[in-house]
């Protein structure tokens, strides 16, 4: 069994950098709801947008927010990042050819990690360098399960102001390093700032929530021409993701940072009820 924690979106020194910031905060909730798991994650992904303005101020405050947590943290960047930035502040940072793209390895998981950021644009980047960078660890190990981590989503998702395209080159670029690998078990991704899951090309795609504000779900088309003072920014609770990986497929669950109102416990009063659920999955005795 693997436990894989993912974070994103945290847009470190919006809107001032000072320690009380709205997303410093937002981040502090998260990571002690991380903290409090058991059993813990056996690492945690921060998968891009790390900072607002991609400054090295924010990126040393994200060092400090992070050190002494149990468990080891990994990075991917969004197009909010800077690369030169996040490397003076993480010069341990496994970057390759420019490019923060590395792989993660566990006994029982392969993780690739992917750079997606394409300076001076929202959308994302895959070009022909990092594509051949993922050809070559995919051909390292065939046969081992392996995860794809990216900031962001290969994926039309219906919100008209966050949406990829799917004839967007790096995404046919991207799906063509990736058809065909059996070993491939998911696609885990940022970015859109709410918990989504997608079919594409074979595999499933999830996007993890942002710990900074959600994105508002409005499905309607939208004219820039025109604004409809429809809402775009939501003040819902910080969020992460827990990807299990059980052996056989990866199994991802969003939890929200609030507190959630207990309805039952398992008691007495409820222990034939955990007695006989289990006694039907033997397996699981």
């Excluded at 000072?18 to 994650?41: F, H, I, K, W, Y």
């Excluded at 420019?98 to 394409?118: K, N, S």
């Excluded at 996007?207 to 775009?232: E, F, G, K, S």
Aim: hydrophobic residues 45%.
């Amino acid at each position: 069994m693997v436990l894989i924690a993912q974070i994103t979106d945290l847009h470190l020194g919006f809107p001032d950098g000072c320690a009380g910031e709205t997303n410093r905060l937002r981040l502090d909730r998260t990571l002690a709801a991380l903290v409090a798991l058991d059993p813990l994650p056996d690492l945690l992904l921060a998968t891009g947008d790390l900072s607002e303005f991609g400054d090295r101020q924010s990126y040393e405050h994200l060092r400090d927010v992070l050190a002494g947590l149990p468990f080891p943290v990994h990075f991917a960047l969004g197009n909010h990042d800077q690369r030169a930035a996040f490397h003076a502040a993480f010069p341990e940072a496994p970057f390759a050819e420019g490019f923060l793209h590395y792989a993660i390895e566990t006994p029982a998981l392969r993780l690739l990690v992917l750079d997606t950021l394409e300076i001076d644009r929202h959308g994302g980047g895959f070009c022909e360098v990092r594509a051949a960078w993922l050809t070559a660890r995919l051909d390292e190990a065939p046969d081992k399960p392996t995860l794809i981590v990216q900031h962001h989503p290969p994926i039309e998702v219906g919100i008209a102001w966050m949406n990829t395209d799917p004839a967007e080159p790096w995404v046919e670029r991207l799906a063509s390093c990736l058809r065909g690998r059996a070993n491939v078990v998911g696609l885990i991704c940022g970015h859109l700032h709410r918990a989504i899951a997608a079919q594409w090309e074979g595999l499933t795609v999830t996007v993890c929530p942002a710990t900074a504000p959600q994105v508002a779900l409005d499905l309607r088309a939208i004219d820039p021409a025109h604004p409809d003072a429809r809402a775009m920014i939501v003040a819902d609770p910080p969020g992460f993701a827990l990807h299990w990986w059980n052996g056989r497929q990866i199994v991802t669950h969003w939890q929200t940072c609030e507190v959630h109102e207990v309805l039952a416990r398992f008691d007495v009063q409820r222990q034939p009820l955990i007695e006989r659920l289990l006694a039907e999955r033997p397996a699981l005795t």
